[in-house]
Nanobody
Framework: QVQLVESGGGLVQAGGSLRLSCAGSGRTFNNNAMGWFRQAPGKEREFVAAISRSGGTKFYADSVKGRFTISRDNAKNTMSLQMNNLKPEDTAVYYC????????????????WGQGTQVTVSS
């Protein structure tokens, strides 16, 4: 089992920045590929970014490429999402996720989920 807890969400103006963190516990953190997903009201949960177990491979949704950066620190059992130049359309609940295999970009591939953290971007 892997337990995940997100933090760092909040309210920010368009063009601002936020840094989300995900703390993992349970089975060895560096055995898991990790990802960030988000869900806006009335919409399906969507992929944001993913990172391989070593951190050497990263994927981003087109909508956040160039603005968001995913990273991880296996020694500290943490993963982060640096979000710059935020837009109102980035408003959503952001979820941290882990899976028992290599990096993936779809929700159904992930085994473990955090409770989510709200990000609100005002125009």
């Amino acid at each position: 089992q892997v337990q995940l807890v997100e933090s760092g969400g909040g309210l920010v103006q368009a063009g601002g920045s936020l840094r989300l963190s995900c703390a993992g516990s349970g089975r060895t953190f560096n055995n898991n590929a990790m990802g960030w997903f988000r869900q806006a009201p009335g919409k399906e949960r969507e992929f944001v970014a993913a990172i391989s177990r070593s951190g050497g491979t990263k994927f981003y949704a087109d909508s956040v490429k160039g603005r968001f950066t995913i990273s991880r620190d296996n020694a500290k059992n943490t993963m982060s999402l640096q979000m710059n130049n935020l837009k109102p359309e980035d408003t959503a609940v952001y979820y941290c996720a882990a899976r028992n295999d290599g990096v993936a970009v779809t929700t159904r591939d992930y085994n473990y989920w955090g409770q989510g953290t709200q990000v609100t971007v005002s125009s």
